[in-house]
């Protein structure tokens, strides 16, 4: 069973940065396309970033080009979303997600709470 910790969320100024983790157990999920998705309240979930398994390419929402990067270190079964020059339109609770087959792959993490005020 393949379980996604995330952590990292907060509260922050306009203009600051935070970096999100997420830790996977129960499964090496290496080969795995990893993504980062959120929901803002009365939204719908909206995908932010990917980062395939193999090759490692990584896949951004124009909304966080240049301001979001993703990572991975599959030693740790864990991906990263390094948040820089956050808006309040980043305001959401983030979910870690994954996939053998893609994006929007059937495992979510529970979701980390990230607000941005101006």
């Known amino acids: 069973q393949v379980q996604l910790l995330e952590s990292g969320g907060g509260m922050v100024q306009a203009g600051r940065s935070l970096r999100l983790s997420c830790a996977a157990s129960g499964r090496d999920l290496s080969t795995y396309t990893m993504g980062w998705f959120r929901q803002a309240p009365g939204n719908e979930r909206e995908f932010v970033a990917g980062i395939r398994g193999s090759g490692g390419n990584t896949y951004y929402a124009d909304s966080v080009k240049g301001r979001f990067t993703m990572s991975r270190d599959n030693a740790k079964n864990t991906v990263y979303l390094q948040m820089n020059n956050l808006k309040p339109d980043d305001t959401a609770v983030y979910y870690c997600?994954?996939?053998?087959?893609?994006?929007?792959?059937?495992?979510w993490g529970q979701g980390t709470q990230v607000t941005v005020s101006s």
């Open positions: 997600n994954a996939g053998a087959a893609g994006l929007a792959g059937p495992y």
